[in-house]
Nanobody
């Protein structure tokens, strides 16, 4: 069992940066792949990035490559999402999730956080 809490969202102008954090509790955190997803109003939840259990493999959605960076610190039980050059279309609620039950890009993970709002103004 793991509990996830996201933080770091907020309002930023286009071209700005934010760093999201996903803090976890539970002994098994370091054994889980962790993903970030986002959901804009009226849209389906969308894959953003994933990092494997020890941090040596990462994958990104095409629209985030070169702008977003996912990382983790297992000693702190935290995963980060550094977001640079933000665009208005990045506006969404961002969720972290642990332990995918299927392909990493599908929103079928066993544990989810409550989400953090990111709003990018033009």
């Amino acid at each position: 069992q793991v509990q996830l809490v996201e933080s770091g969202g907020g309002l930023v102008q286009a071209g700005g940066s934010l760093r999201l954090s996903c803090a976890a509790s539970g002994r098994t955190f370091s054994s889980y792949d962790i993903g970030w997803f986002r959901q804009a109003p009226g849209k389906e939840r969308e894959f953003v990035a994933v990092i494997n259990w020890n941090g040596d493999r990462t994958y990104y959605a095409d629209s985030m490559k070169g702008r977003f960076t996912i990382s983790r610190d297992n000693a702190k039980s935290t995963v980060y999402l550094q977001m640079n050059n933000l665009k208005p279309e990045d506006t969404a609620v961002y969720y972290c999730a642990a332990n995918p039950s299927g392909p990493y890009y599908v929103a079928e993970y066993n544990y989810w956080g409550q989400g953090t709002q990111v709003t990018v103004s033009s």
